[in-house]
T-cell receptor, first 116, second 111 residues
Framework: GAGVSQSPSNKVTEKGKDVELRCDPI?????LYWYRQSLGQGLEFLIY????????KSGLPSDRFSAERTGGSVSTLTIQRTQQEDSAVYLC??????????????FGPGTRLTVL | GENVEQHPSTLSVQEGDSAVIKCTYS??????FPWYKQELGKRPQLIID?????GEKKDQRIAVTLNKTAKHFSLHITETQPEDSAVYFC??????????FGTGTRLKVLA
């Protein structure tokens, strides 16, 4: 019954450290998306999962970014050797199916990442 | 690459007046156009959407229009209220998952 959840809600890290962000989609949702929202900016697409596979990784900014999804459910976004420009809110969204256009995405509350 | 332009970036209106936000997209394959509202510190939530085979859709005080020839779509909010104050994002969707969001419009409704 719960919506999309993300953890942690806030993360402060030092430049050069690795971070891992977690997303729990709505149960039964096969499609999962990661976005990045910088201060005052729109939503930047990072990666899309259909089940456990990621057919589109085109939005990942660099090879420091990676994501995986296991069991068709939980997803983790990992940022290695964080840089100050990685500071942003990372939003996860899920949708019920991804076989038709126009299926609503439900967003999580986001993880605010601050790289010092 | 594909992009969505959204205007204005900020909009202030008096309570009771109307607000209009406009978006233009580049990908002619886009076939679904949702609008999301994001209140301060909260997650984006879908408020209205329109598919490419429809020119206009209305839901109480909110309406969206689509002009596929010109590749633009607009959000109209009538009789604005203070609780309408938020950031509004448009998106153009092609295929089954490719969401391209606009940069957002910060709407302030002045009481």
């Amino acid at each position: 019954g719960a919506g999309v959840s993300q953890s942690p809600s806030n993360k402060v890290t030092e430049k050069g450290k690795d971070v891992e962000l977690r997303c729990d989609p709505i149960s039964g949702h096969t499609a999962l998306y990661w976005y990045r929202q910088s201060l005052g900016q729109g939503l930047e697409f990072l990666i899309y999962f259909q089940g456990n596979s990621a057919p589109d990784k085109s939005g990942l900014p660099s090879d420091r970014f990676s994501a995986e999804r296991t069991g068709g459910s939980v997803s983790t976004l990992t940022i290695q050797r964080t840089q100050q420009e990685d500071s942003a809110v990372y939003l996860c969204a899920s949708s019920l199916v991804s076989g038709e256009p126009g299926v609503e995405q439900f967003f999580g509350p986001g993880t605010r990442l601050t790289v010092l | 690459g594909e992009n969505v332009e959204q205007h204005p970036s900020t909009l202030s209106v008096q309570e009771g007046d109307s607000a209009v936000i406009k978006c233009t997209y580049s990908d002619s394959a886009s076939n679904y156009f949702p609008w999301y509202k994001q209140e301060l510190g909260k997650r984006p939530q879908l408020i209205i959407d329109i598919r490419s085979n429809v020119g206009e859709k209305k839901d109480q005080r909110i309406a969206v229009t689509l002009n596929k020839t010109a590749k633009h779509f607009s959000l109209h909010i009538t009789e604005t209220q203070p609780e309408d104050s938020a950031v509004y994002f448009c998106a153009a969707v092609s295929g089954t998952y490719k969401y391209i969001f606009g940069t957002g419009t910060r709407l302030k409704v002045l009481a």
